[in-house]
């Protein structure tokens, strides 16, 4: 088998022994904390790999993605509260809600261009929240949130650490198929149209690719599966409240992206990693954890600006390279 074969099989297995890796985790280990945070983990990579989708392929700066997650968690605690339906058959509901959801919020934020979007996405993530909040009806909960509508039924059937157990599978096929998406979206020609709408936006509507068309698909499809992870953590935590739109989050999350790699396949996974080891490495103080990330994300930027994927590719290039000669 020549070289670049086999570093292609290399680079299209991997990913399937990490998955593997991940799969024979809850077997070896019995830590309810590490779980839940590999579960978060999980969660997390879900909704930087799919606003990744948007933000580094499609080239649309939108920051109301952490609001569409948390309205995927409303979506089933206010159907589990307030008409008895169970988060099982609200899961899918929830996921088609996000991208009705983030339909109705692109048609008007996708006619602008660069900060615009962001300003205004940036703006319906706090009227969001605002309208949340400021409940008083009962409705959402208002600052005390939702709690107690209901979960999937793995405790009766596998007991409470059972329950986690199949959590963290849920999570991990969930993670795996948005992937899956992702990957597809990236290698089809509907990905070729929106890198050349990102790079070049004047020849890309010179061949007939409509960036307001093909932009809105790309939001309104990531938003689904945003909304699937929100129903889902909304599920594993028993509760949805206003919290869960801090500031910090959104930074934190965009961090991820920026830090991974903006617009490479699995950058923002990286990047998710390493932040989240970096934020339970500093529990015990967290009064200096959004100064670590800002951090980090300063001295990224400074040393390798197309993030920490970019940076070991060339690496790794570098080196065959060197051993070829």
């Known amino acids: 088998m020549s070289a670049p074969l086999a570093d292609s099989n290399t680079l299209r297995f991997w990913p399937l022994a990490v998955v593997a890796a991940f799969a024979v985790l809850p077997w070896l280990m019995d830590d309810r904390y590490f779980l839940d945070l590999i579960i978060l983990f999980f969660v997390w990579s879900l909704i930087v790999t ?14 109301v993605q952490l609001a569409i997650f948390n309205l995927g968690g409303y979506f089933t605690a206010v159907v589990g509260v307030h008409l008895d339906i169970g988060p099982a058959w609200s899961f899918v509901p929830a996921g088609l809600f996000c991208a009705l959801v983030g339909l ?22 706090s009227v969001i929240f605002l ?10 909960g208002g600052g005390y949130g939702l709690y107690g509508f209901g ?11 059972g329950k986690l157990v199949a959590h963290y599978y849920f999570a991990l096929i969930l993670l795996v ?3 899956w998406v992702m990957i597809r979206v990236m290698a089809s020609p509907l990905g070729l149209a929106f890198r050349a709408l990102r790079d070049s936006e004047g020849y890309a509507g010179a061949i ?29 935590l028993g509760l949805v409240d206003p919290a869960g739109f801090s500031f910090g989050t959104l930074m934190l999350l965009l961090a991820m992206i920026v830090i991974g790699g903006t617009g490479s396949r ?4 990286l990047g998710c990693a390493l932040l989240m080891v970096m934020n339970d490495s500093l529990r015990d103080i967290p009064q200096w954890r959004d100064m670590a990330v800002g951090g980090a994300l300063i001295l990224v930027l400074l040393i390798w600006p197309r993030g920490i994927a970019d940076a070991l590719t060339r690496l790794v290039r570098k080196r065959k390279t060197t051993d070829q000669t």
């Open 50 to 63: 799919q606003w990744n989708l948007v933000l580094g392929q499609a080239g649309i700066f939108s920051l």
């Open 104 to 125: 109705m919020i692109g048609l008007p934020c996708l006619r602008l261009r660069g900060p615009y979007v962001a300003l205004l996405t940036l703006a319906t993530h």
């Open 151 to 161: 979960d999937y039924g793995f405790r009766d059937l596998f007991g409470s650490f």
């Open 177 to 179: 198929l948005a992937c």
């Open 266 to 269: 699995w950058g923002p996974i």
């Open 131 to 140: 309208l949340i909040s400021a409940d008083t009806s009962g409705f959402t």
């Open 208 to 236: 007939g690719i409509s960036r307001y068309r093909y932009q809105l698909l790309v939001f309104t499809l990531s938003s689904f599966f945003i909304g699937l992870a929100g129903s889902f953590y909304g599920t594993h």
